[in-house]
């Protein structure tokens, strides 16, 4: 079946640092991949994501690539900010699927 | 756009007593989703309804577990009788058509302790 694993965390880092987080995944065919960020105290929300193979999804100065060689979907920012500080989940949609399987969940925390 | 709403955002409650969650999905979005968050299971899906209609409920932990949807902008998940056991934050999701390709809105959740 579908399944995300993610690095496990905690993260801590300071302002202006680089952040990754690896996320590889298990699939049939070619699935969807997300990153949904959540802050302290909300829902989950999109933050980026990609429907097929090389395709990099983008936004807020995150950045994650879809590899199928290498079957991943790392999360990237150059320079995080304290508003950074959440907890990022990578998750998969399968073809022709209403599913979305999720990862663990990564929680940093940026300090200033 | 006033996004997914739930209520309450927090409901503290006494073992054995009903507790009624509810959510208003996104304007024109026909699937909803039922989430339950904890530190030992992450995210899980309770439930999820296309078009009104429970498609998969396989997550629903037991029979204490209900979920209803009687018209496009309104659902609840009910849990009678609760247990300590079921403190959580509950999420319900909505999005367009369903798949998976799509984005989920999240709403802000209802906390729950059961005492």
């Known amino acids: 079946g579908n399944s995300v694993t993610q690095m496990e965390g905690p993260v801590t880092l300071s302002e202006e640092a680089f952040l990754t987080i690896n996320c590889t995944y298990t699939a049939t065919g070619y699935p969807s991949l997300f990153w949904y960020v959540q802050y302290p105290g909300e829902g989950l929300q999109l933050l980026l994501k990609?429907?097929?193979?090389?395709d990099k999804g983008s936004n807020k100065g995150f950045e994650a690539t879809y590899r199928k060689e290498t079957t991943s979907f790392h999360l990237e920012k150059g320079s995080v900010q304290v508003s950074d500080s959440a907890v990022y989940f990578c998750?998969?949609?399968?073809?022709?699927?209403?599913?979305?399987?999720f990862g663990a969940g990564t929680t940093v925390t940026v300090r200033a | 756009d006033a996004g997914v709403i739930q209520s309450p955002r927090h409901e503290v409650t006494e073992m054995g007593q009903e507790v009624t969650l509810r959510c208003k999905p996104i304007s024109g979005h026909n699937s909803l989703f039922w989430y339950r968050q904890t530190m030992m299971r992450g995210l899980e899906l309770l439930i999820y309804f296309n078009n009104n209609v429970p498609i998969d409920d396989s997550g629903m932990p037991e029979d204490r577990f209900s979920a209803k949807m009687p018209n496009a902008s309104f659902s609840t998940l009910k849990i009678q009788p609760s247990e300590p056991r079921d403190s959580a934050v509950y999420f319900c999701?909505?999005?367009?058509?369903?798949?998976?390709?799509?984005?989920?809105?999240f709403g802000p959740g209802t906390r729950l302790l059961v005492l």
């Open positions: 990609a429907t097929k193979a090389d």
């Open positions: 998750a998969l949609g399968g073809i022709n699927d209403y599913k979305l399987s």
């Open positions: 999701a909505s999005s367009r058509t369903g798949l998976a390709e799509e984005t989920q809105y």
